[in-house]
């Protein structure tokens, strides 16, 4: 049974010059708990996807489903990482991460609890009335993943939360977010541009096509790899024959004729 | 040996720093003295002439005198309370219109001719209508005071308010937060910066507007005192008004600052 089912959403963006279509008839399922990758080339909507299931889009056709019921309708708490931490610089870390129970007016002792326990078990104790300037790139992603975590979502959406990292911090984040979520059994869709990543990571991969964004391949990863952590995964011998794999596809999708992106809004005055 | 070198780098630089601090206090001061000295030396000289430009000694005693007798504390303590109450009527108000603008896309597209026009419009003008339309009283003069900032500070507060990274409200929305939460949240504390700027150019427009509607109206005040010290020739008067207004409309910008820099320390 399928967890959240995407069915031919499509999405245009529209400007005062035209309008471009970002998703074309995008359709895919995924089960609870599992961990799939949206990979491809910038501009192909991967972020747009994320999005319009994050609820702060609507796509223009199509429908988004929980659990067999519009995404809308659905409590369910989803928690959405983006590519920057986007702390508020003004908060402290322990405000920071207590903002999801604050806006859902469940703030309470136990959300308090919950946030210094999850601050300890990603690695960082005692931070908890320092402001956010004072910690490294890695520590403030950190404290973005707990921010969203402390909200229970059962879909968690990541948007190239390693990108901004360097190459050390990044590896290990990535260890840490995949135990994480595992321990959780969280369901998980992480957008990146990093093949490795999608691999180190995801159960399966779904490649995109841009202009108008479309899923061109679906990849599963071998149970092998996805039993190991995302640091091993990288020296397992499965892993480079995907790599390989995965190269030859997105390279093959680079060399097709790229179409004009916006059309112009001259074509509508003609009809 | 090379942490004792390392130290005297620092005490050199400590030191070049400390220098520098000295050279531009003495010659603020130098300028001071200086442009005090001439003046008093012109007048006396009679190189310009001592009855319209009076002298510093002169606008020296009619302040002492003025205070001792206690008319110009009198004046002042208007003028203070008129341009305080202009100022934070017109800070506040302007806030406030900005927040009502950015809760509403289209209040905001449908006002944005008329904002323009009252901005561009010089506000002192208004001067004689509002006298007739509120009085000849302190009223209308913190009017003209906080309707001098109060368009400034909607449209610099407005603008701040949709510069913030649309990723903070992304965040926020993502928890489900309504509009007002956003903005209580994200909006509002990142715009603060541009809100204390404000602050410092509305402690001069205010004084601008206070002065300007005393020139017209008032019976009392700073602004009252320059026009009747040039109504009867009194230059000295004149002066010496001018001077008080200099000295606190810079220890308001300053207290202005100070609360700047506290506010800036607590709100990021």
Redesign the interface.
């Given at each position: 049974m399928s967890f959240l089912q995407l069915a031919h959403v499509s999405h245009h963006y529209f400007s005062k010059k035209g309008y471009t279509k970002a998703l074309d008839d995008v359709s895919f399922s995924i089960r609870e708990g599992e961990f799939i990758a949206l990979l491809g080339p910038s501009g192909c909507g991967k972020s747009t996807i994320l999005?319009i299931i994050?609820?702060?889009m609507e796509q223009t056709s199509g429908n988004v489903l929980l659990q067999d019921k519009p995404i809308r309708d659905s409590e369910m708490?989803?928690?959405?990482m983006?590519q920057?931490d986007?702390l508020?610089?003004?908060k402290t870390i322990i405000d920071n991460v207590l903002?999801?129970p604050?806006?859902?007016k469940t703030l309470g002792n136990d959300s308090r609890k919950l946030a210094n326990e999850l601050l300890n078990e990603v690695g960082l104790p005692g931070v908890a009335e320092n402001?956010p300037s004072s910690l490294s790139g890695g520590m403030r992603q950190r404290v973005a993943l707990v921010r969203t975590l402390i909200?229970d979502p059962k879909i968690l959406?990541l948007d190239e939360p390693f990108s901004a990292l360097d190459y050390q911090t990044k590896l290990k984040l990535e260890d840490l977010v995949a135990q994480l979520l595992k321990t959780y059994n969280k369901t998980t869709i992480l957008v990146t541009h990093d093949i490795g990543e999608a691999i180190a990571m995801s159960d399966k991969i779904f490649i995109m096509d841009a202009n108008p964004g479309t899923i061109a391949k679906t990849f599963e990863v071998p149970i092998e790899l996805r039993n190991e952590t995302p640091f091993f995964v990288r020296r397992h011998p499965k892993y480079q024959i995907l790599f390989d794999k995965i190269w030859k596809e997105l390279d093959t999708e680079e060399n097709e004729p790229v179409t004009a992106k916006v059309v112009a809004s001259s074509d509508d005055q003609e009809q | 040996m090379t942490k004792n070198n390392d130290k005297q780098l620092f005490q050199e630089y400590k030191d070049t720093l400390k220098m520098e601090k000295k050279v531009v206090i003495s010659w603020q001061l130098a300028i001071l003295v200086g442009f005090i000295a001439l003046w008093e030396i012109s007048s006396r000289l009679y190189w310009i002439d001592p009855l319209i430009f009076s002298s510093p000694v002169q606008v020296f005693e009619v302040i002492i005198s003025s205070i001792s007798e206690g008319s110009m504390l009198l004046h002042l303590q208007i003028t203070l309370f008129e341009t305080i109450a202009g100022f934070l009527i017109g800070t506040i108000g302007g806030i406030i219109i900005a927040t009502l603008l950015w809760s509403s896309k289209r209040f905001a597209k449908i006002m944005d001719p008329y904002l323009v026009i009252l901005n561009a419009m010089p506000k002192v003008a208004l001067g004689p209508i509002l006298i007739v339309a509120l009085g000849t009283g302190y009223i209308s003069i913190i009017t003209m005071g906080a309707i001098i900032c109060v368009i400034i500070t909607t449209l610099v507060v407005y603008s701040a308010f949709n510069e913030v990274d649309p990723n903070y409200e992304k965040v926020l929305i993502s928890f489900g937060a309504t509009r007002w939460q956003s903005f209580k949240e994200a909006i509002f504390p990142a715009a603060m910066p541009a809100m204390i700027s404000t602050l410092k150019v509305n402690v001069g427009l205010s004084w601008v507007g206070v002065i300007v509607g005393e020139f017209l109206v008032a019976k009392n005040g700073l602004g009252y005192l320059i026009i009747y010290g040039f109504q009867v020739f009194d230059f000295s008067l004149v002066l010496s008004s001018l001077v008080l207004i200099a000295v606190f409309a810079a220890i308001m910008y300053k207290l202005v600052e100070r609360l700047e820099g506290w506010l800036i320390k607590h709100s990021t």
């Open positions: 999005s994050a609820g702060i708490a989803i928690g959405y983006l920057q986007y508020f610089p003004w903002l999801g604050k806006i859902s402001y909200n959406l | -």
